[in-house]
């Protein structure tokens, strides 16, 4: 799309609006110079250079990337009025797309109609809101979550003093259910959160076997999609993205798992991780609308034109970015969910898988497992841990420090006993090296990344040989 076009439009007809409300003038304690404004705002740009170029594909380091520029163009033009989506007069129009965008990603996940949700700032909020409700349900019991699920569960559990615990984690990342049966048999956990891709490596829990477990022990279930959960749009049995027949295939997605997220009883997802969306949006969704009343409160400055749900009665914050719900619906409104953004994914997907092969062929890296999602994890093959560690940290920095092709990727820690390749456990942890592939770009550029990878990590190799 023409970006500057559009953002033109979108500001022409905000202006236009407001100029409706007849002409004012502008409070002379808010005037600026133009020449004032452009040279602050070259400092500004000039600063701003220092950050990594998350929007191109050599960028495939950790969970960044701008979002779609509609969602800008959404964004900026809500922006310009401000509403407050924390009640109903503070923003009529986007309190009600934020209804329905919330009703979009409710339909995706096969939450039922009268599902309550909201978005929020972000998942840490929407994990927190999930675990206070949790607390609020199950007050005599704590939280369980797997081991490699994202450090705010432990956190927010923390500062709702509920107890918790990590469950041990399989060899690749996932929960293990033997581990989960023990938990749920000592009686004192109430409520049982899942993730649908962990921030690490992507991994699925067993969430299709998990939920039956949980319903034995009357635990709730919480589904922490934070990250995965817009690849439950691939999930569908009838999908005309159609992964099975893809070229080339797209092995390995854990669409069951996908699938059973529609039994849980609450899921946050980050619209601002996989839906296109500028930070600032996350949501959470609850089964059961009368969770609704744990929210209950009494302000002397609550809004009272209209007898409809305002948001702000169940949401834990207060004020929150209209901007960001009018972001969203506009975005969905030219990339709805199956036909435009389950394209972006499936091309994700397909990267990892395309780079995961090619790793898989190399007598240099070696993958450490197959990616169940968009994000791969690899490490130079070395005779002991130590000159792994030393190998990953020499190839990163070399890549990123390229003057003339640079590529960024993440490094990422691990027990030096769950490396592929006969290895001496000389230290007993390392660093490896991790990409997330969350551009749809990266489909075509993994050849490109890969070489420019495998040639780093053999000068790597043979300069820590031969010091
Ligand atoms: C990113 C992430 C979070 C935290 O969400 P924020 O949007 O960063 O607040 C929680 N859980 C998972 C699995 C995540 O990937």
Redesign the pocket.
Known sequence: MDFQKHLAEAIDAVQAWQAEAGPFEQHPSLRLDASVVTEALGEYTERLRGNYPFHHPRYAGQ?LKPPHPAAVVGYLAAQLINPNNHALDGGPPTSAMEKEVVQQLRAMLGFPEETLGHLT???????LEALWVARESHPSQGVAYSAA??Y?HGRMSDVLGLAHEAIACDASGRMDLGALAAALRSGRVGTVVL?S???GIGAVDPIADAIPLCREHGARVHI?????GFFALLAGEQNDLDLQHSQPPVLGFPAEHFRAIAEADSV?I?P??HGLQP?GC?AILFRDPAVGRFYRHDSPYTYFTSDDLHLGEISLECSRAGAAAGALWLTLRLLPLEAGLGSVLAACLRAARAWHALLEESDTLAPLYAPELDIIAFAPRAATASAVDAAARTTFDALMDDASDPIFLSLYRVEASTLPFPCEADVPHVRVLRSVLMKPEHESFVPHLHARVEGAARAALSANTSA
Do not use: Q, R
């Open positions: 969970m700032s972000g998942g840490t909020v929407a994990n699920a994202h705010t993730t891709g962990t921030t922490d999609g934070a990250y995965g946050a980050d601002h991780k930070y996350g």
